[in-house]
């Protein structure tokens, strides 16, 4: 059974996430959205590529959950996506994201912000669960705040009074914090009777909901912002080249269902793995692609702009089918993303059109021998042969093979005639030196091109995990050729919801 997730109306493309400090019915009332519970660490992942172009954020859990992360905000940001925080953990969000283009709204954000309050106890508050509307059971410690401090300004209490009775209020167990508590609290009961009545009064009458207030004007604020362009005043760049941190935002992308329903990757990779033989073919491809990649890095090779616009053109033409908006969501793609794998995959397409002599890596023996390896597979075997395809995996070898040798990786003389051995009988030669006397490639000559290729085996064998690249995963590299060709859309679409 497939694993089944919130879900998404691509009509609204704003997702908010509320609980206990606003009901959904009220707010409803203020924005039209996708609702969700209070946000935890991935819900932003998921709904990255869903087309979502506001994300409001006011409640989030706390302590029984991990929280939302700061990181998954400033991707969201990253890829165009506005991210609004009020209230609860969307105020503690703001204040520290604000620099970086989160916009923070309310008298909760700012008193964050202006480090007039810390701690998330300051918004932490007891509630029920989602199946009781998350119907509070304590009061805040900012609505007290905001209450007593509106008391002073009534006159119904002076400021050495209320500072008294937050400092009471901060000093209780979240959850515990009542009204009720603060009016029985030993710090009142030296007050006069009179004052004691008058704050009773004012609080059953006057007390203010200050959470519920930035809820509803964070909602407001987005609601006017559909009417202009989302404002992103980041003054300072955001940096997300940590690639640790990469597979744990794919493990929790979704990716949207024609039914609205948000899939996990878990449920793409279910579906992938019926084919062995494409399985095997996208660990080859995209593992010499990311050692590829590791060269080019190290050679400071890049594309040219031409070149990548060629590509883009043709990939455009060749997997994208309608509208490409709609065609990212399907593939759970954003288009930030689009076009970094756009790039990638237009350098090594220059790369390859090139090939080590158009980067000043002779290349003339290898060539020849492909050459006369073509010929030779052509006449003893029965499989169709691709010169192309021979000459691509020569010149991936060289490359590869560069790279291992200037980060001090060698191939023992040992491993060396192992792949020789395999070689020459996966290629049906009987004898080498016959083969190679043949052909005039001297047996040093071949030797240095064989110890080249054996290398660059091992590395393709062992993979990047092996030489410690850890963040580096094949099932995440595999979805993306997914993602990219457009297989991932036909193929969730394919998947039966269960009713």
């Known amino acids: 059974m ?80 506005q991210v609004i925080g009020a209230s609860s953990m969307g105020a503690l969000r703001a204040a520290e994201l604000h620099t970086y283009g989160m916009n923070g709204i309310g008298t909760i954000f700012e008193w964050y912000r202006d480090h007039l309050i810390d701690g998330d106890d300051e918004v932490a508050m007891n509630h029920a669960d989602a199946s009781f509307g998350f119907r509070a059971l304590s009061e805040p410690l900012v609505n007290m705040r905001y209450t007593l401090k509106q008391a002073v300004d009534e006159g119904v209490i002076v400021e050495e009074q209320c500072q008294n009775l937050i400092k009471y209020a901060k000093q209780m167990y979240y959850a515990d914090r009542q009204y009720k508590a603060l009016l029985t609290s030993p710090v009142m009961q030296t007050w006069p009777l009179s004052v004691q009545h008058q704050l009773e009064q004012f609080i059953t009458h006057q007390a203010v909901n200050l959470k519920e207030k930035d809820a509803r004007d964070a909602l407001a604020f987005c609601k006017e912002a559909q009417q202009r362009s989302p404002s992103v005043s980041a003054s300072r760049p955001i940096c997300l080249r940590n690639e640790k941190f990469a597979s744990i935002s794919f493990a929790k992308r979704g990716f949207l269902h024609p039914s609205g329903r948000l899939m996990g ?44 616009m060629a590509f883009r053109k043709q990939w455009l033409t060749t997997y994208v089918k309608g509208d490409l908006a709609q065609w990212l969501c399907a593939n759970g793609l954003t288009a930030k993303e689009f076009e970094q794998e756009i790039t990638r995959h237009a350098l090594l397409d220059w790369i390859t059109k090139q090939g080590p002599s158009g980067f000043g890596i002779d290349f003339d023996l290898p060539t020849q021998l492909v050459d006369a390896l073509h010929v030779h597979l052509q006449q003893h075997t029965s499989r169709e042969w691709h010169h192309a395809n021979l000459l691509k995996k020569a010149s991936d070898s060289c490359l590869i093979a560069t790279w291992a040798q200037e980060q001090g990786l060698v191939c023992q003389p040992e491993d060396v005639d192992v792949f020789v051995s395999h070689w020459a009988k996966r ?73």
């Not at 030797?447 to 085996?457: E, F, G, H, N, P």
């Open 2 to 81: 497939a694993v089944q997730y919130e879900t998404y109306n691509t009509q609204y493309p704003i997702a908010v996430f509320l609980g206990p400090s606003l009901s959904q019915d009220r707010a409803a009332q203020i924005l039209t959205a996708n609702y969700y519970p209070p946000a935890q660490m991935g819900d932003v992942y998921r709904l990255m590529a869903s087309g979502v172009q506001c994300i409001v954020l006011i409640d989030g859990v706390f302590h029984d959950q991990a929280p939302i992360w700061q990181r998954e905000l400033l991707e969201a940001i990253d890829n165009g996506i």
């Open 427 to 499: 290629c049906q030669i009987t004898n080498i030196n016959d083969f190679l006397n043949a052909i005039s490639i001297h047996e040093k000559a071949f030797s240095s091109i064989a110890t080249t290729w054996a290398l660059a085996d091992a590395l393709l064998s062992n993979g990047p995990n092996y030489y410690g690249y850890m963040s580096w995963s094949f099932e995440a590299a595999a979805i993306r050729t997914y993602q990219m060709t457009g297989l991932a859309g036909q193929t969730i679409a394919k998947v039966e919801i269960a009713k």
């Open 265 to 308: 990757p878990d449920v793409l990779w279910d579906q992938m793995q019926k084919d062995g033989n494409w399985m095997q073919n996208v660990r080859d491809r995209t593992t010499t692609d990311f050692f590829l990649l590791e060269w080019a890095k190290k050679a400071k090779v890049g594309c040219p702009d031409t070149h990548q």
